[in-house]
């Protein structure tokens, strides 16, 4: 259990690191350089880079536990399109796939590359020298691009985005990741402390109701406590003009946020479960110390991304 804690610490330090790095040269690249390439870089630079390393990865790991369930999916064909799903809102950002307000903004590029891939996928699996298995076969092809590679692109629509002032994006998906991990945290904590009703025997028999309560707690906090924290020391410019005493309405509505974010990061750790037990694996890799595969690691964010975004530009509008 220490042996994890570490691990989970040591985990977030870096990801910590990361992000202010990526911050540190988008702004040094947006004073110094007044062409295309900065444009992209101070849109982010180490965020989109990694985070589609491992996305494609996680592809790789899904690809796997499908193949020994009998399925075919075309996954070099799997792996280019989700790279090309991370990196559209980058590249979108920066007016590199065209100027129009489509273009650079929202999610048009991601749908139109997600329409690309499900026709694409059919194409490579239907006209193949045998059309056995096809249905299966072009189901394990789109289920990586979509869970994975559109999922998880609105990480990096929220770090590049066009319509989110300066850095916000960053501090904002560092907010949200670290809500949606601090559930795992409070869920593991309160679960091995307290747990004894169990929430889904039969795809996590360990997690538990208490846990699961836990978590949603642990989230609800740690939303609240990062978002006041991030908008007292001005890191977060679209909430910087919030008075005093908007402040608690501020905290509650992060609250409430972190609770939705745990509640759909536990559900996305459940289906990654599911996957687990069809494919009959314990975990998805071997490449995480106490952790299992890049799969197992980005389970419960892949669900609260797309939550996220939806809730922030849609309902709330902060961004």
Known sequence: MSQRIAYGALAIA????????????????SERFDNALGDLL????????????????????LGRLLRSMSAEPQLGFACLMVA?????????AAGWLGSFPAAVEGLYWQLFLLAVAVAGSAILVVFRRTPEGALRDLGATCIPIFYIGFLASFAVQFRCGRDIPADDGAW?????LLTTK?????????????????IAPVLSPGKSVEGAVGGVIASGIAGAALTVAATNEGWLVSLSDYAASERFALASWAFGLGVLLSVSGQIGDFVESGFKRDARAKDSGNVLPQYGGILDLIDSPVLALPVAWFLLTAVLRVV
Request: hydrophobic share 60%; glycine share 6%.
């Open 14 to 29: 870096v990801l910590t690191l990361a992000f202010m790095l990526d911050i540190a040269i988008a702004q040094a690249c």
């Open 42 to 61: 101070s849109r982010g630079s180490i965020i989109p880079l990694v985070f589609s390393l491992v996305a494609v990865a996680a592809t790789l790991e």
């Open 84 to 92: 090309a799903l991370m990196l559209s809102p980058w590249f979108s």
């Open 172 to 176: 904002l998906l560092l907010i949200i």
């Open 182 to 198: 601090v559930s795992d945290i409070g869920a593991y904590f309160v679960g091995s402390t307290i747990g004894r009703h169990k």
